[in-house]
């Protein structure tokens, strides 16, 4: 016999980084720093990204785009792969992203796309601790308190389980 579910989860929808902890408005300021050292020639959307670690050490990113499409990475992508070679096994605490169109920050938020939300995914499942996520547009910054909640049905391994 088949068996409806649902699946809701919580966010926070603030109206400016007023409203943010010191340590969130830091990361906040160091993601949108980052944008300026995206390259991206071909979309002009340039993305930023922090990260902030259980060590107290906050490392960025930016989108990085390429000629032969679809060889660049996103800026969640490009934190969160650098944070884990050069601090390997510190878990996430959270995370900032902002956009930028070319006229300032975006009015909405961006969300990240399908394959950062998988790998941050796999971040927290590997840490076993969720991290929050801040996502930042010129109107409201949307905060998720778990990111495993962006992603409720992940990749995982054919056992079920994620890799360690």
């Known amino acids: 016999m088949s068996e409806s579910c649902n699946?809701?989860?919580?966010?926070?929808?603030?109206?400016?980084?007023?409203?943010?902890?010191?340590?969130?408005?830091?990361?906040v300021d160091r993601a949108i720093a980052a944008l300026s050292s995206s390259y991206s020639p071909y979309s002009h959307?340039?993305?930023g990204a922090a990260v902030l670690l259980e060590n107290g050490e906050i490392i960025t990113g930016s989108n990085q785009e390429n000629g032969a499409y679809p060889s660049g990475l996103c800026a969640e992508r490009v934190a969160l792969f650098y944070a884990g070679a050069r601090f390997p096994g510190v878990p996430?605490?959270?995370m900032a992203v902002v956009?930028?169109?070319?006229?300032?920050?975006?009015?909405?938020?961006?969300?990240?796309?399908?394959?950062?939300?998988?790998?941050?995914?796999?971040?927290?499942?590997t840490s076993?601790?969720?991290?929050?996520?801040?996502?930042?547009?010129?109107?409201?910054?949307v905060r998720v308190d778990d990111v495993e909640?962006?992603?409720?049905?992940?990749?995982?391994?054919?056992?079920?389980?994620?890799?360690?």
């Open 7 to 27: 699946f809701q989860f919580r966010y926070s929808r603030l109206r400016g980084e007023e409203e943010l902890a010191s340590h969130e408005k830091e990361l």
């Open 45 to 47: 959307f340039r993305v």
């Open 92 to 94: 996430v605490v959270s």
């Open 99 to 125: 956009a930028s169109s070319g006229s300032g920050i975006t009015e909405n938020p961006v969300t990240p796309c399908g394959a950062c939300r998988q790998v941050m995914s796999e971040y927290r499942a």
């Open 128 to 141: 076993g601790k969720p991290f929050a996520i801040l996502m930042v547009g010129g109107n409201e910054i």
């Open 149 to 164: 909640l962006l992603l409720p049905f992940s990749f995982s391994l054919s056992d079920g389980s994620k890799r360690k």
